[in-house]
């Protein structure tokens, strides 16, 4: 019971700051409401760093976890430039949280039987918020994942620009192993990184893929051993700062545009962006 009545603290506190936000009424979500939800949130200059903090139950994700993510996304402080998303414990992350599934759900949040009717999609368009915006051309999103990441987990390590793993990782797409899609845009990045038959054979056999495997399938930028993590993030955010913002800005961009133009196209908004760094070179020089 006592967990149940945090939980509900927690939710009632991620949606009075939504409902804020929605009024117009700038309220930072506090910390005490993201603790009640599992989560962990520092700035440290221009490095935010959000923890999954259920350790107990793997880092399982509800959709407090989702409104709580898309919250900070909204919040988040125009000096940041690095958002590094980790979660404490053996595990990253085991995905939804499955009592979600059984009648009884998760205190505080009930479960999906309560919410299947009318607008069922449109809770999903927001749990999807939680994901989007760590694709923002103005950061650089980097996922530290060590032990599992499995469906909603493997989802949001996709949702990052980087993924740095350890070596006891375990990425696995389980959803249709569950009668379910990932629906939590992890599909467009892992088509994107692995290409379509590998990301077909990967989700519907649901089987896991380990850090050797993840390096080979550009899944993972590097692989440390688990006690390196942190510091091997750390180096990667260090080294990704020592370019100047509106560079990285402006090249995150041309790149992230660079899958759906032609070359032609391609070439046309690398000479667009550069007359504007150029300029702004001379202007600032
Ligand atoms: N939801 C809720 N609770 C979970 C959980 C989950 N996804 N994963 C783990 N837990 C809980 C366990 O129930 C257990 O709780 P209790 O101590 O209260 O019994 C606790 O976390 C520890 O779990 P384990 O003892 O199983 O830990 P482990 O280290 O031996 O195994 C694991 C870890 C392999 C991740 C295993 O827990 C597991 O297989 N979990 C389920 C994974 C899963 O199927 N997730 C759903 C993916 S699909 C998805 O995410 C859907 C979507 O996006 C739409």
């Given at each position: 019971v006592g967990s149940g009545v945090t939980a509900r603290k927690g939710l009632r506190a991620v949606n009075d700051a939504v409902e804020a936000a929605q009024g117009g009424r700038a309220e930072q979500i506090s910390a005490s409401a993201l603790a009640e939800v599992g989560l962990r949130y520092e700035v440290d200059g221009e490095i935010a760093t959000i923890t999954l903090n259920r350790p107990d139950k793997r880092n399982a994700q509800t959709f407090a976890t989702w409104s709580a993510l898309a919250r900070i996304g909204d919040d988040l402080p125009e000096t940041?430039?690095?958002?590094?998303?980790?979660?404490?414990?053996?595990?990253?992350?085991a995905g939804i949280d499955l009592r979600l599934f059984t009648p009884g759900g998760v205190p505080g949040e009930g479960s999906f039987s309560s919410v299947l009717g009318e607008g069922f999609e449109e809770r999903i368009a927001q749990a999807q918020q939680a994901f989007l915006w760590l694709r923002r051309p103005e950061i650089i999103s980097i996922a530290a994942v060590q032990g599992h990441a499995i469906g909603?987990?493997?989802?949001?390590?996709?949702?990052?620009?980087?993924?740095?793993?350890?070596?006891?990782?375990?990425?696995?797409?389980?959803?249709?192993?569950?009668?379910?899609?990932?629906?939590?845009?992890?599909?467009?990045?892992?088509?994107?990184?692995?290409?379509?038959?590998?990301?077909?054979?990967?989700?519907?056999?649901?089987?896991?893929?380990?850090?050797?495997?993840?390096l080979r399938l550009?899944?993972?930028?590097?692989?440390?051993?688990?006690?390196?993590?942190?510091?091997?993030?750390?180096?990667?955010?260090?080294?990704?700062?020592?370019?100047?913002r509106s560079a990285a800005t402006a090249t995150k961009r041309l790149l992230q545009g660079a899958g759906s133009r032609t070359l032609e196209e391609q070439a046309a908004a690398e000479r667009a962006e550069q007359v504007v760094r150029i300029r702004s070179l001379f202007a600032s020089g």
């Amino acid at each position: 019971v006592g967990s149940g009545v945090t939980a509900r603290k927690g939710l009632r506190a991620v949606n009075d700051a939504v409902e804020a936000a929605q009024g117009g009424r700038a309220e930072q979500i506090s910390a005490s409401a993201l603790a009640e939800v599992g989560l962990r949130y520092e700035v440290d200059g221009e490095i935010a760093t959000i923890t999954l903090n259920r350790p107990d139950k793997r880092n399982a994700q509800t959709f407090a976890t989702w409104s709580a993510l898309a919250r900070i996304g909204d919040d988040l402080p125009e000096t940041v430039r690095i958002v590094v998303v980790k979660g404490e414990g053996p595990s990253f992350s085991a995905g939804i949280d499955l009592r979600l599934f059984t009648p009884g759900g998760v205190p505080g949040e009930g479960s999906f039987s309560s919410v299947l009717g009318e607008g069922f999609e449109e809770r999903i368009a927001q749990a999807q918020q939680a994901f989007l915006w760590l694709r923002r051309p103005e950061i650089i999103s980097i996922a530290a994942v060590q032990g599992h990441a499995i469906g909603a987990g493997f989802q949001l390590a996709l949702a990052c620009d980087l993924r740095i793993v350890a070596d006891d990782v375990q990425f696995c797409m389980k959803e249709p192993a569950l009668g379910l899609v990932p629906d939590l845009t992890g599909t467009k990045p892992l088509v994107d990184i692995v290409g379509l038959p590998r990301a077909l054979e990967l989700c519907v056999t649901a089987r896991k893929v380990g850090a050797e495997e993840a390096l080979r399938l550009r899944l993972a930028e590097l692989a440390v051993p688990v006690e390196e993590l942190d510091t091997a993030v750390a180096d990667l955010a260090a080294a990704l700062l020592a370019t100047e913002r509106s560079a990285a800005t402006a090249t995150k961009r041309l790149l992230q545009g660079a899958g759906s133009r032609t070359l032609e196209e391609q070439a046309a908004a690398e000479r667009a962006e550069q007359v504007v760094r150029i300029r702004s070179l001379f202007a600032s020089g």
